[in-house]
Nanobody, 120 residues
Framework: QVQLVESGGGLVQPGGSLRLSCAAS????????MGWYRQAPGKERELVAR???????NYTDSVKGRFTISRDNAKNTVYLQMNSLKPEDAAVYYC??????????????WGQGTQVTVSS
């Protein structure tokens, strides 16, 4: 089994910061692309940021310059540092990873989601 466990969400005032973490565990042979998505009420899930195994990154335009994605390959963990948060950043944030387990082909895995609320 493979699972992704997220942490770090919560309530923050506009302009504040939060750091999300997502750790992959289980029968992992290799972790490829890791990323963060978000879904606000009434909206579709959207890609926020993505990072490859060699740390090449890309971001959605609305978070460029404010969010930073990083990863620790030794820990199979991806992070999302979110600065200068805005009310429109509020959403459930989901971790995603393309993982090849020992017992089969690569597959997309999702975390359970963590709520980020930006409000004064």
């Amino acid at each position: 089994q493979v699972q992704l466990v997220e942490s770090g969400g919560g309530l923050v005032q506009p302009g504040g910061s939060l750091r999300l973490s997502c750790a992959a565990s289980g029968s992992i042979f290799r972790v490829d692309v890791m990323g963060w998505y978000r879904q606000a009420p009434g909206k579709e899930r959207e890609l926020v940021a993505r990072i490859t195994s060699i740390s090449s990154t890309n971001y959605t335009d609305s978070v460029k310059g404010r969010f930073t994605i990083s990863r620790d390959n030794a820990k199979n963990t991806v992070y999302l540092q979110m600065n200068s948060l805005k009310p429109e950043d509020a959403a459930v944030y989901y971790c995603n990873a393309l993982i090849r387990p020992w017992w089969g082909p690569a597959h997309d895995y999702w975390g359970q989601g963590t709520q980020v609320t930006v409000s004064s």
